[in-house]
């Protein structure tokens, strides 16, 4: 189902007029109500009127989570703020949390979006909706929350944690399409095999998974191990919040970008140079109807690419490809550029291990070192036992080794680095209990432990 076929659907040159009257408008108000938007154009020499259209995008200077933070809390904000409806934060690990504003106008474009999205990945009105991303300054639970019911789903608020209940709760309503982050469907579908249900005996058809990066494998994994079908959903609180962009579930290949509302553009890590549709750079977007908040260019540091071009499922919406990972954490191993997503989708084919898995990068002198700590599934680990208990001590040494190896083959083949891969009983790593996971400790940066 499309929930705005008539947006969603739009002839290109249609959606490109649009997008042109609004970066406008766009740029016009935040001149006018933002006094530290007004120098930062007036500094690079940028008048309101210099912005015809779209075209003269590139012309504008970008703005980045360092501006949100050094006009903490509300300085880039148009709106004084006994005229907003809801404020949001990111935690921020390091530093101010960044926070962002919503009108009530911002909150029907944030209910839209996701419904957009829900629909997109197969939810219709009158289904339920487990929703199991956080609820609270998180823009994970209360942004899909308003999508669900501008879609006119019914909505069990379920948040994050007690997944013995969030399994209970789904099996007792006969729930249909599951929200949450990717690596929380693994621990709600360990926890639905923990309690002996098949997954031909769940009523979820369809999930929405996104906060963080996944890969295909988890998603084969999250599919089977949950019998249903998954989608991608993408957003970041700065821009709005879940809803940025949606796979649809017939191709579920790219992410439809709400080009309506956000106006995408992928662009050189290193110059910041405009990339040609195809090529891999940071994503940076730039607000078209926003009123709390409008951000021109914000500099998301997600690594993705656009592709443009027909859809099977009717939208004409640009796609983006999965996000690789953010820019600041990408890691650099021997001086080889890695992201973790890197290593997942290389070790994601290796038959014998579990999609959980942890990078451990540390510095002996100066040379760096790479270890990948990788959880067995159960089936291996249930015949390394069976061959250990059959005193076949060397055929499971053999197993353990074989497996071993071609992790650390595929890693150096794929990404041409050298890692040392630990094999490790299932269940050892921790647990995502529903907020975004952890999967890299670099202590090179220990000064003294
Ligand atoms: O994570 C919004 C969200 C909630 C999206 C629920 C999808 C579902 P933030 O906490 O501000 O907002 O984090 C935004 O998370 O810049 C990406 O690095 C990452 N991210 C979000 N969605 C995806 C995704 C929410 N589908 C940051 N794939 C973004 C990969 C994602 N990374």
Same mark, same amino acid.
Not at 102 to 120: E, M, N, S
Not at 186 to 201: C, H, N, V, W, Y
């Given at each position: 189902?499309?929930?705005?076929?008539?947006?969603?659907?739009?002839?290109?040159?249609?959606?490109? %007029?649009?997008?042109?009257?609004?970066?406008?408008?766009?740029?016009?108000?935040?001149?006018?109500?933002?006094?530290? !938007?007004?120098?930062?154009? *007036?500094?690079?020499?940028? %008048?309101?009127?210099?912005?015809?259209?779209?075209?003269?995008?590139?012309?504008?200077?970008?703005?980045?989570?360092?501006?949100?933070?050094?006009?903490?809390?509300?300085?880039?904000?148009?709106?004084?703020?006994?005229?907003?409806?809801?404020?949001?934060?990111?935690?921020?690990?390091?530093?101010?949390?960044?926070?962002?504003?919503?009108?009530?106008?911002?909150?029907?474009?944030?209910?839209?979006? $996701?419904?957009?999205?829900?629909?997109? +990945?197969?939810?219709?009105?009158? #289904?339920?909706?487990?929703?199991?991303?956080?609820?609270?300054? @998180?823009?994970?639970?209360?942004?899909?929350? *308003?999508?669900?019911?501008?879609?006119? !789903?019914?909505?069990?608020?379920?948040?994050?944690? !007690?997944?013995?209940? *969030?399994?209970?709760?789904?099996?007792?309503?006969?729930?249909?399409?599951? $929200?949450?982050?990717?690596?929380?469907?693994?621990?709600?579908?360990?926890?639905?095999?923990? *309690? +002996?249900?098949?997954?031909?005996?769940?009523?979820?058809?369809?999930?929405?998974?996104?906060?963080?990066?996944?890969?295909?494998?988890?998603?084969? %994994?999250?599919?089977?191990?949950?019998?249903?079908?998954?989608?991608?959903?993408? +957003?970041?609180?700065?821009?709005?919040?879940?809803?940025?962009?949606?796979?649809?579930?017939?191709?579920?290949?790219?992410?439809?970008?709400?080009?309506?509302? @956000?106006?995408?553009?992928?662009?050189?890590?290193?110059?910041?140079?405009?990339?040609?549709?195809?090529?891999?750079?940071?994503?940076?977007?730039?607000?078209?109807?926003?009123?709390?908040?409008?951000?021109?260019?914000?500099?998301?540091?997600?690594?993705?690419?656009?592709?443009?071009?027909?859809?099977?499922?009717?939208?004409?919406?640009?796609? #983006?490809? #999965?996000?690789?990972?953010?820019?600041?954490? !990408?890691?650099?191993?021997?001086?080889?550029?890695?992201?973790?997503?890197?290593?997942?989708?290389?070790?994601?084919?290796?038959?014998?291990?579990?999609?959980?898995?942890?990078?451990?990068?540390?510095?002996?002198?100066?040379?760096?070192?790479?270890?990948?700590?990788?959880?067995?599934?159960?089936?291996? @680990?249930?015949?390394?036992?069976?061959? @250990?208990?059959?005193?076949?001590?060397?055929?499971?040494?053999?197993?353990?080794?074989?497996?071993?190896?071609?992790?650390?083959?595929?890693?150096?083949?794929?990404?041409?680095?050298?890692?040392?891969?630990?094999?490790?009983?299932?269940?050892?790593?921790?647990?995502?209990?529903?907020?975004?996971?952890?999967?890299?400790?670099?202590?090179?940066?220990?000064?003294?432990?």
């Amino acid at each position: 189902m499309i929930f705005e076929p008539e947006i969603e659907m739009m002839e290109r040159n249609a959606l490109e %007029e649009v997008q042109s009257a609004r970066l406008r408008e766009m740029v016009s108000r935040v001149y006018e109500s933002v006094p530290y !938007m007004r120098d930062r154009l *007036q500094g690079v020499g940028i %008048e309101p009127s210099d912005i015809t259209g779209i075209a003269d995008l590139w012309k504008l200077p970008f703005t980045r989570k360092s501006d949100l933070r050094d006009t903490y809390p509300f300085g880039l904000f148009t709106k004084d703020k006994s005229n907003l409806l809801r404020i949001h934060a990111s935690s921020g690990t390091t530093g101010k949390p960044t926070v962002v504003g919503y009108t009530a106008g911002d909150l029907d474009i944030f209910g839209k979006v $996701c419904a957009r999205a829900l629909a997109g +990945g197969g939810a219709e009105p009158g #289904m339920l909706l487990h929703n199991a991303y956080g609820y609270g300054l @998180f823009t994970g639970g209360l942004g899909i929350h *308003q999508g669900g019911e501008t879609l006119g !789903m019914v909505v069990v608020p379920a948040s994050t944690g !007690m997944t013995e209940r *969030q399994v209970r709760l789904i099996m007792d309503f006969g729930t249909e399409v599951l $929200c949450c982050t990717p690596s929380y469907a693994l621990t709600i579908a360990r926890e639905f095999a923990r *309690q +002996g249900i098949d997954s031909k005996d769940i009523p979820l058809k369809f999930a929405l998974v996104g906060a963080e990066p996944w890969t295909e494998t988890m998603r084969a %994994e999250i599919d089977s191990r949950l019998g249903l079908r998954s989608v991608n959903i993408y +957003g970041l609180s700065e821009i709005i919040g879940p809803g940025v962009s949606f796979e649809c579930t017939e191709e579920r290949h790219g992410s439809h970008i709400n080009e309506d509302h @956000f106006l995408a553009e992928i662009v050189d890590p290193d110059s910041g140079t405009p990339l040609p549709d195809g090529e891999e750079g940071v994503l940076v977007i730039t607000t078209l109807t926003k009123e709390a908040l409008p951000l021109i260019r914000y500099w998301t540091g997600d690594v993705t690419s656009i592709e443009r071009g027909e859809c099977s499922c009717g939208r004409t919406l640009a796609k #983006m490809a #999965m996000v690789k990972g953010r820019t600041d954490d !990408m890691l650099i191993v021997k001086g080889i550029n890695v992201y973790p997503s890197q290593i997942e989708a290389a070790i994601g084919g290796v038959r014998g291990l579990s999609p959980f898995y942890r990078l451990l990068v540390d510095r002996s002198g100066t040379l760096d070192q790479l270890d990948v700590e990788a959880e067995l599934s159960k089936e291996a @680990f249930e015949e390394v036992a069976t061959e @250990f208990l059959s005193d076949e001590a060397v055929e499971a040494d053999h197993l353990l080794r074989s497996i071993r190896d071609e992790a650390q083959r595929s890693i150096r083949d794929n990404i041409g680095i050298s890692a040392r891969v630990i094999l490790l009983e299932p269940d050892r790593l921790p647990r995502s209990e529903g907020g975004k996971s952890q999967r890299v400790v670099d202590t090179r940066k220990v000064l003294v432990s």
